[in-house]
């Protein structure tokens, strides 16, 4: 009779979890790079054993070095920023733009409350109206928004001019990239329109949409349309490049298969264009988001329409004593917003298709 060693039974059962902890590792790593928190990576596989040194190595490159960065540049900014007056007094450093980001955090609290306060007697007069038999009324808050409010707009109009371009932009570049007269044709107007600014296009826009709509009171007001339309027009190219390309460069032979199964030309598109040029495609919608936002700010602030763009405007009028660093909070939230977007846009291009872009 074959015994087994215990101690040999008991080292492969640790193999087989170090085995097994590993892989779920490789598997969390995809949604660690989708997420920004690649350094979570060598965290955890130093942490379960793997080569501890050049786990380290992967840290101080990932984690440490980055940290150090920021350090470096929060105390760069610290020690310069009181030696330049402007005539709002010296610029603010990180301690002055924190107050202000904390004191946004508390105003927007203290809006919230009122909005709800000013529901609630809204609603005390329509049970009064109801209960003596009259119409109830229907009153519209009037209040300033709050910093979320503004940040919140912006993200809805932005995601509006960007699914506009989308739906622009997709159509037009498969048919570039299907027919070389298409493409012949669109060239010459990407090349022209694609490099033109948001504050050319604006006056254009508010002059056709007032036109269109002469009066308020439509689904979305003037302000945000404006806004969007000038971010669609300024952000549907790299979409519409990059959707072109991809389509072009599908493998001449799943060309040639398509013929042979003479599949007509909506199968063809669904079937074989799509998938194919999926990675360039995705590719083109981060471009184009990150676009989109950039531009954003510039047409709110001409267009008016409630977001961030038109807070940094006011802030700039306003001329107080915290209105720079109110400017600098903004700064900040569009910087974060505008990597969390690109980071939603990598997930979805991590689910749909193979491309390894970050």
């Known amino acids: ?46 942490v379960a054993g793997d080569n501890p040194q050049a786990q380290a190595k992967e840290i101080w490159r990932l984690l440490a070095v980055p940290l150090l960065a920021i350090c470096a540049f929060l105390l760069l900014w610290g020690s310069l920023a009181p030696k330049v007056e402007t005539s709002l007094g010296a610029v603010p450093g990180p301690a002055q733009v924190w107050t202000e980001a904390v004191n946004l955090h508390e105003d927007a609290h203290a809006k919230a409350e009122k909005r709800v306060a000013f529901q609630a007697k809204v609603d005390q007069l329509n049970e009064r109206l109801i209960a003596n038999g009259r ?39 498969i048919l570039a990239g299907l027919s070389p007269t298409a493409n012949a044709g669109l060239n010459p107007l990407i090349q022209i329109f694609k490099p033109v600014s948001p504050l050319a296009w604006l006056p254009i826009v508010t002059m056709i949409v007032s036109a269109l709509a002469a009066t308020e009171g439509g689904l979305f007001a003037k302000s945000f349309i404006i806004s969007a339309v000038t971010v669609t027009l300024c952000s549907l190219w790299p979409t519409l490049i990059n959707t072109a390309l991809g389509v072009a460069s599908i493998d001449k032979d799943l060309v040639n298969v398509s013929k042979v199964l003479k599949m007509n030309t909506w199968t063809k598109i669904t079937k074989l264009v799509l998938p ?20 954003l700010i510039a047409a709110e602030m001409l267009a008016q329409n409630p977001g961030l763009g038109k807070f940094v405007w006011d802030e700039f009028q306003n001329g107080s004593s915290s209105s720079l660093a109110k400017i600098m909070v903004a700064v900040f939230t569009i910087g974060i917003i505008g990597f969390l977007l690109d980071r939603v846009m990598y997930a979805l291009q991590s689910l749909f298709t193979f491309s390894n872009n970050r």
């Open 276 to 295: 194919s040029a999926l990675p360039l495609i995705f590719t083109g919608l981060r471009l184009s988001l990150g676009v989109g936002w950039m531009v």
């Open 135 to 173: 119409e109830p009324k229907e009153r519209a808050y009037t209040g300033a928004p709050s910093y979320y409010e503004q940040i919140w707009t912006s993200i809805q109009t932005v995601f509006f001019g960007f699914l506009l371009a989308t739906v622009v932009a997709v159509p037009l570049g």
């Open 1 to 46: 009779m074959t015994t087994v060693d215990p101690d040999f039974a008991n080292a492969e059962a640790r193999e087989a979890r170090r085995a097994r902890v590993f892989t779920r590792i490789n598997a969390a790593d995809k949604w660690f790079q989708v997420l920004g928190l690649s350094w979570m990576t060598p965290v955890l596989k130093a």
